[in-house]
């Protein structure tokens, strides 16, 4: 099957291998089959495993998007008299908030610039003066800009504080080392068009399984994202309680072997190596990056637009994709800025390959960098 490349270096939905996109051409099954829950129960302790779990862990799938995940976990876990305290430094913060406010749980929110890494200060503070808070929740890998949130150390302080920890690991699961019990996890979102490279359609929650039941007898907020009750249907009947998107799971099933054939550390070492390469040649081109070295992912890399009347994103953005390559507009309000990411089944090669279209595109569009 000879199918098209393209290099896409959005935040998501990233590029497949023709091996994930060809695994969805399959027979025809009825998703209440054994057979077919036999795989979704081996994804389930395939990420499990990812994520450096093991017994007293768990996997939770939903059809939907990472958005579903966040919803599930969001209003479930959040005890009906309880509160919960929300980091919000990006676009990706506001929506937990959202989320909240859409069940009306009740909620408090630590507001940071989205360009700045959150106040653990403030953090502590908060929660000392606060006694009605009981979870915690953040995004890890803010792709609203590429910042990568502290991960340990706010699970270290919402823990010495009794919260259950609630981390938005959408956008690094795979593609960033974690592990939910060194880092003090016990609820995290995923899904597996990121870095898994698997198709869009399917998202998850890996967590504390005694976590989970605890959570048992709350009131349902929702009928079709209740994480317990999603839960417990497959621990009974080894199947999803609503028709699972059958052909993305398949894709997911041969996304992870592949995961399992590069290493997890190697995935690792290859996305660092083509940001690298990503920031060096940009830098040569001109381009200069918002965030500092330390606050970054090494997924995604915003970029500050030029200051040149000559400069349009549209037009670059065009002309860029006509070549088959993909770029992503800013998403930081005022601030005029554009993002990359190298998440996906890309190289440091197609990264190379990138720069030189984007140096020509420069160069017909006449834009003066330096």
């Not at 209440?32 to 302790?45: L, T």
């Not at 003066?129 to 302080?157: M, R, W, Y």
Request: proline share 4%.
């Amino acid at each position: 099957m000879k199918i098209k490349r393209n290099i896409l270096l959005n935040p998501g939905p990233a590029t497949t291998t023709d091996s994930v996109k060809a695994a969805q051409v399959v027979p025809d099954i009825c998703p209440r089959e054994k057979e077919f829950g036999q795989m979704m129960k081996d994804i389930r302790n395939n990420l499990v495993e990812i994520s450096g779990g093991g017994k007293g862990y768990t996997c939770v799938l939903f059809a939907g998007s990472g958005t579903a995940a966040i919803d599930a976990i969001i209003n479930s876990v959040v005890p009906p008299e309880g509160k919960i305290l929300i980091i919000n430094n990006g676009a990706y913060g506001q929506r937990i908030v959202q989320i909240a406010r859409a069940y009306n749980i009740n909620y408090a929110e630590l507001k940071f610039k989205w360009e700045s890494l959150p106040d653990l200060n403030l953090l502590k503070n908060t929660l000392i003066k606060d006694k009605e808070i009981s979870c915690v929740a953040f995004i890890h890998h803010e792709t609203t800009t590429g910042i990568l949130n502290p991960l340990k150390k706010i699970n270290q302080i919402a823990k010495s504080f009794g919260c259950v920890t609630i981390v938005d690991t959408i956008s690094s699961f795979a593609g960033v080392s974690i592990n939910i019990i060194d880092d003090q996890i016990d609820f995290m979102m995923l899904t597996s068009n990121k870095c898994i490279q698997g198709m869009a359609g399917i998202c998850f929650v890996i967590c504390k399984t005694n976590e989970l039941e605890k959570i048992k007898n709350y009131p349902k907020r929702s009928f079709y994202l209740d994480l317990y009750s999603q839960y417990d249907y497959f621990e009974k009947k080894g199947e999803m309680q609503f028709t699972p998107p059958v052909q993305v799971v398949y894709a997911l099933k041969k996304a992870i072997d592949e995961l399992f054939e590069e290493g997890l550390e190697n995935r690792y070492k290859r996305y660092l190596k083509s940001n690298q390469t990503l920031i060096k040649g940009m830098e040569e081109l001109g381009f200069k990056k918002l965030l500092k070295d330390e606050e970054e992912s090494h997924i995604l890399t915003t970029f500050c637009e030029p200051d040149d009347p000559n400069y349009d994103f549209e037009k670059m953005h065009d002309l860029l994709y006509k070549r088959g390559f993909t770029i992503y507009p800013g998403k930081i309000g005022k601030r005029e800025t554009f993002r990359l990411a190298n998440m996906g089944a890309i190289n440091y090669n197609d990264i190379g390959n990138f720069l030189k279209v984007l140096k020509e595109v420069i160069k017909e569009i006449k834009l003066k960098l330096k």
